[in-house]
């Protein structure tokens, strides 16, 4: 049973052991046997047993089938549905219990109420089972409610690491772009295409300090972006890297979520051509399709063989493909590039 410890059912049997006890006690004074066995004859274990254990031990067992058909059963129903079935298991449980010890008590020929006073083991192990369900209930409210408190408080944490994650992700590259506009300035004027470089990695970081701040960009302002990158890239490849990229100027101003094609080129550099001494081409091409705008960045790189697996080793590209299912519901498509390379489609 799942839903109990071996403590909590300490607990039950202990109850159960308190409350017959009491029972036992209430009959044996009520008879006035104490006149005849004196002041502790309700310890004698006998009649204990005839009088209220073998009761209450009835009662401890209907009770767990009651919990395994109102509760157990129905755990995945609402508690109001659950305790509306436990209401109504309890009363004819105690009067099965009532006539099937009154048979046994009878043919035992022992003591039990009779007449009016049989309604009293009608109504106390009614409300004695209800009390007992009624803290079942309570307790598993306040199990459910402690670990929903614990959950918030560990999102809470988790949303405070994740919000000075963000200031830390805004803070270095807002660092690391005023350090290049130092440098650069500081670059003598004959060498201009230094300056010119480190300009350009300085707006690269400029970029990704506003990718961090804002949820949309226009495809215009990706796309520069992304040119920026790999004209860097093409410094370090020179003709060994060949860029196209063909986008109809009518989309230009639609608007995308930063920073989502920029891992994917940077994929196809470093997994496709940057291996290969000959180098090869990237090709980024972007179309506007049934009110969706269509990607694809293709290169003439090594290519792929098991394009599954690819995901479990890039970061770029898995978290490309994770924002895609979040935001759009949609996802990135790998196929070969003939006659040879990667290609990668996706659609918003």
């Known amino acids: 049973m799942k839903d109990f410890r071996k403590k909590d059912i300490l607990y039950v049997f202990l109850f159960y052991l308190f409350f017959s006890y009491i029972y036992r006690i209430v009959l044996w004074w009520n008879s006035g046997a104490y006149k005849d066995e004196g002041y502790f004859g309700w310890i004698d274990l006998k009649g204990y047993w005839l009088t209220s254990g073998m009761q209450y031990l009835f009662y401890l067992i209907i009770s767990v089938l009651i919990w395994f058909l109102g509760i ?69 409210y306040f199990r459910e409610n402690q670990k929903k408190l614990k959950l918030e408080g560990e999102l809470r944490t ?90 109809d100027e009518s989309i230009l101003n639609e608007m995308i979520p930063p920073m989502l094609l920029q891992p994917l080129v940077e994929n196809s550099i470093k997994h496709g051509l940057a291996s290969l001494v000959e180098g090869g081409s990237i090709t980024i091409r972007i179309q506007k399709k049934n009110n969706q705008l269509a990607f694809e960045i293709s290169d003439t790189g090594v290519g792929v063989k098991d394009k599954k697996k690819v995901f479990e080793k890039g970061i770029g590209l898995t978290n490309t493909k994770l924002r895609l299912e979040k935001m759009y519901q949609t996802t990135l498509e790998l196929s070969d590039n003939l006659p040879q390379g990667l290609k990668i489609n996706f659609s918003i």
Do not use: C
Request: without cysteine.
């Open 72 to 140: 157990r059963l129905l755990r995945h129903q609402k508690t109001k549905f659950q305790i509306i079935v436990v209401a109504i298991l309890i009363p004819i449980a105690v009067y099965v219990v009532r006539e099937f010890r009154y048979e046994l008590i009878d043919y035992l020929g022992q003591g039990r109420l009779r007449g009016n006073g049989e309604v009293w083991d009608w109504y106390i192990p009614t409300l004695f089972m209800m009390t007992q369900f009624g803290f079942y209930f309570a307790y598993q």
């Open 158 to 247: 988790a949303a405070l690491k994740s919000e000075l994650s963000a200031i830390k992700a805004q803070l270095n590259p807002h660092f690391l772009y005023n350090i290049f506009n130092t440098i650069s300035a500081s670059v003598p004027a004959e060498n201009e295409k230094t300056r010119h470089l480190i300009a350009e990695l300085s707006d690269l970081f400029r970029y990704q300090l506003k990718a961090s701040q804002t949820e949309k960009v226009t495809l215009r302002e990706e796309l520069d972006f992304v040119k920026k990158y790999l004209a860097l890239e093409k410094e370090r490849f020179q003709e060994r890297l060949t860029v196209h990229v063909d986008v």
